[in-house]
């Protein structure tokens, strides 16, 4: 694959470029002292908005549905000229990440038209309502009831690690409707509005200080049929398409943590040159496997990109980046603290922008290794549907969902 970009490519480029240094002053949250959440939002609606208007919310999608009609070559340049500033956009990326992909996929062309705009220009935030406190890694745990009334279907039980659902207009969420089959045939997928009465969202203060991090109680939560996307009880296809998606939108190789030359800078400034700071040994030799991590996760992420471009969707194969992204995160910032000594652990005070904090990236890799897959259902994922492995042994795979203990 050709690493440079082509003539057209390079235009889009500078075009890109030229557009986000001129929303830098009034969006960048470097521009600005320490905001509040909500103005942090504020500004986040106004910045997406703009650049919906300019089909960046979504570079490959149709006009008609809110995109420019771009390529994802297009969209992966435009992801990397954004990257270089600190917009408030986070509070969009579970909405755009894996949500409206999936409604893109799923819902009606009536539906399309009502609730793909409004999210891409930041109007409508969405949350993903997958994990329960008895389903995390094996999603096919859940126990969230949803049981037919009429044209409506009656939602009652709990998720919990639901990012953003606090500001949620929308979810999508995944439940139980038929426990007398085994685990994975009887689920079925809908999208909820999060306003709707009996839903109840607390939020959970992590350890990092975050708190976007969100229980959801639904206690007898009505939703129409219409609201259902794709089959009843066939709910476990739509879920594996939405952690498709998710397992691609992280293969990013900083990892939710700082980028390699940001580290770079951070370790002269912290340790300067010589035998106690980047010319020592151990230094080095991290630095090194910093490096090599984050070429093969970018060299693969290109092969993903290939893919795409040539009309595939996200596939199991990007499990892989996930696991090597996780673990890159979680030593890399366990390094950068050791280097610092004690003064390492000296953690700041609670900003939504502190993706670059090496602090907050340690408090937070443990859960990434979690998040969208454990490390163990991805290998099973590698194993089986990538290597053509044999499966894993599941006792309770024919077993109705009812009888398991």
């Known amino acids: 694959m050709d690493f440079d970009d082509t003539p057209e490519e390079a235009e889009f480029r500078l075009e890109v470029r030229s557009w986000l240094a001129e929303q830098a002053s009034a969006y960048s949250l470097k521009s600005f002292d320490d905001l509040s959440f909500e103005r942090q939002l504020s500004l986040g609606r106004e910045f997406q908005a703009r650049k919906a208007e300019r089909g960046y919310a979504k570079i490959t999608w ?3 549905l809110g995109g420019m009609g771009g390529t994802p070559m297009q969209a992966v340049i435009y992801e990397q000229e954004e990257e270089k500033y600190n917009f408030p956009t986070v509070f969009f990326a579970i909405s755009l990440g894996m949500p409206i992909p999936v409604m893109r996929r799923f819902a009606t062309e009536a539906q399309q038209q009502r609730y793909l705009k409004p999210a891409l220009r930041g109007e409508e935030v969405w949350c993903q309502l997958f994990s329960e406190p008895s389903a995390g890694s094996d999603l096919g745990g859940i126990r969230l009831k949803a049981v037919r009334d009429g044209d409506d279907w009656v939602l009652n039980g709990q998720k919990i690690w639901t990012s953003y659902a606090h500001i949620s207009d929308f979810g999508i969420i995944v439940t139980r409707t038929d426990p007398a089959v085994a685990k994975h045939k009887g689920m079925t997928f809908f999208f909820v509005d999060m306003k709707s009465p009996g839903i109840e969202v607390r939020q959970i203060k992590q350890a990092a200080g975050g708190g976007e991090f969100c229980e959801v109680f639904f206690s007898d939560v009505r939703v129409p049929d219409g609201n259902r996307l794709g089959e009843i009880n066939a709910g476990w296809s739509v879920a594996i398409a939405t952690l498709m998606e998710e397992r691609f939108a ?59 471009s040539q009309g595939q969707l996200p596939g199991p194969e990007a499990a892989l980046s996930k696991i090597v992204i996780a673990r890159k995160l979680q030593a890399q910032s366990a390094d950068i603290m050791d280097f610092c000594g004690p003064a390492g652990a000296i953690y700041p005070d609670f900003q939504v922008s502190r993706a670059n904090d090496y602090r907050i990236a340690w408090l937070e890799a443990a859960g990434y290794r979690i998040a969208g897959g454990t490390d163990e259902i991805l290998k099973n994922t590698i194993a089986e549907r990538v290597l053509g492995l044999p499966g894993d042994i599941r006792v309770d795979k024919d077993i109705p969902f009812e009888e398991l203990k």
């Open 62 to 64: 149709t006009q008609e």
């Open 250 to 308: 992280v293969t990013d190789a900083a990892g939710g943590g700082a980028q390699l030359e940001d580290t770079m800078h951070f370790l002269r400034r912290e340790l300067g040159e010589g035998d106690g700071g980047l010319d020592d040994p151990c230094v080095r030799e991290k630095i090194a496997d910093w490096y090599i991590a984050e070429s093969g996760i970018n060299n693969f992420y290109a092969r993903l990109l290939t893919g795409l």
